[in-house]
């Protein structure tokens, strides 16, 4: 079809959207409850929402804003990362020290009521935004566990400041504990900066903590790979329609080549999975926990001129190994049970291989 077809062609598709517009002016009874801006809004959200794809959304300005303070790491609200899984609204991981960890809720929760509303049929968007807040205002969820136990859960929302890196030297161990809670464009850097304060060379390993940690950019996941992954080895392929097969291989590691512990869970995910992916595909470590959430999706943001914005997938990842991880997530090579710490596991693991250098076998 030619160019001009294409337009002729989307141009008589989208005539019945322009007639209803007119048929509402003309014909609503209530003319003043039109708003010609949300109205055009509404429907941007309504096409998007027929990808019946849960990490695709048009963000009107003040949800784009809102999503902008997140991927900044300062927002008002209870602190927790959500999608919509099986039709439902789902909890990827409550973030660590916020209102929502410290009211009990749990990643894989599914929300089924905001203040005693139904979220049947709500969108990602909407839930967000009713879950959000001003500080020192409260919010009830209705939640229904893993286990299938229901839960109204009362939160209080508050300032929430996302400090995504935490390092600590286990010294009686003398193992460098590294604790990762998002993927920003500076966790990179902040890791390669930390990381000077010690003196890696003398240690027996590493600890890279990645539990509940929901992910964040496609190009942070590439940069944290590669600090632990040897030079030219691949980290992540991607598929797309417009780029088809990509892959990215790191760019050299400046961490010894020691014993790798990677510890992940069901709050694990996005880029979280990427980085877990690469380091275990590559020989590099072993991942220790429980399975991982399973997004294995990339989303581009496209930006309008009103501040506005479209969130789209627009691509598939794959592990080193060629492993799809959407729907499916990330399985431990030692799985913790309900009463192990996996921190402690970690522990024994490198105590176990100290002195070991990688790439190695992860056979006992």
Do not use: C
């Not at 797309?240 to 010894?256: A, D, F, L, M, V």
């Not at 694990?268 to 220790?288: C, K, P």
């Not at 794959?318 to 009463?339: K, M, N």
């Amino acid at each position: 079809m030619s160019l001009l077809g294409a337009q002729s062609s989307s141009s008589g598709l989208f005539a019945p959207l322009s007639q209803i517009y007119q048929y509402v002016q003309s014909y609503f009874y209530q003319p003043e409850r039109i708003d010609d801006q949300q109205a055009v809004y509404g429907a941007l959200r309504g096409m998007i929402e027929t990808l019946d794809d849960p990490y695709s959304e048009y963000l009107d300005p003040v949800a784009y804003e809102q999503f902008n303070q997140i991927i900044e790491g300062e927002f008002s609200g209870v602190g927790i990362e959500i999608t919509i899984k099986d039709n439902v609204v789902t909890v990827i991981t409550p973030l660590v020290g916020t209102p929502a960890e410290a009211a009990g809720m749990r990643a894989g929760d599914r929300i089924v009521a905001i203040d005693g509303e139904s979220t049947e049929g709500m969108s990602l968007t909407e839930a967000s935004v009713r879950i959000r807040g001003e500080a020192g205002t409260a919010v009830t969820l209705s939640v229904l566990h893993a286990d299938d136990t229901e839960e109204e859960i009362l939160i209080v929302r508050d300032l929430i400041t996302i400090s995504p890196l935490h390092l600590e030297l286990l010294e009686e161990e003398n193992i460098l504990y590294i604790q990762l809670s998002r993927f920003d464009s500076s966790v990179s850097y902040d890791l390669e900066e930390g990381l000077l304060a010690y003196d890696l060379a003398s240690l027996d390993g590493f600890i890279l903590d990645l539990r509940y940690n929901p992910g964040g950019l496609l190009s942070a996941a590439i940069s944290v790979s590669s600090l632990f992954v040897d030079r030219g080895q691949l980290i992540v392929t991607t598929e797309s329609r417009i780029s088809g097969e990509q892959k990215y291989s790191s760019i050299g590691n400046t961490i010894p080549n020691i014993p790798l512990a990677v510890l992940i869970n069901e709050g694990t995910a996005s880029s979280a999975e990427i980085t877990a992916g690469a380091i275990r595909d590559q020989d590099m470590g072993v991942l220790i926990g429980a399975k991982s959430f399973g997004k294995g999706v990339v989303q581009r943001v496209f930006d309008f001129s009103d501040g506005s914005a479209l969130k789209l997938t627009t691509a598939e990842y794959l592990t080193p190994s060629g492993q799809a991880v959407d729907g499916i997530g990330l399985t431990p090579d030692i799985e913790a049970a309900e009463d192990e710490d996996p921190v402690e596991l970690a522990i024994e693991w490198i105590a176990a291989h100290a002195g070991t250098r990688t790439p190695f076998s992860l056979d006992p």
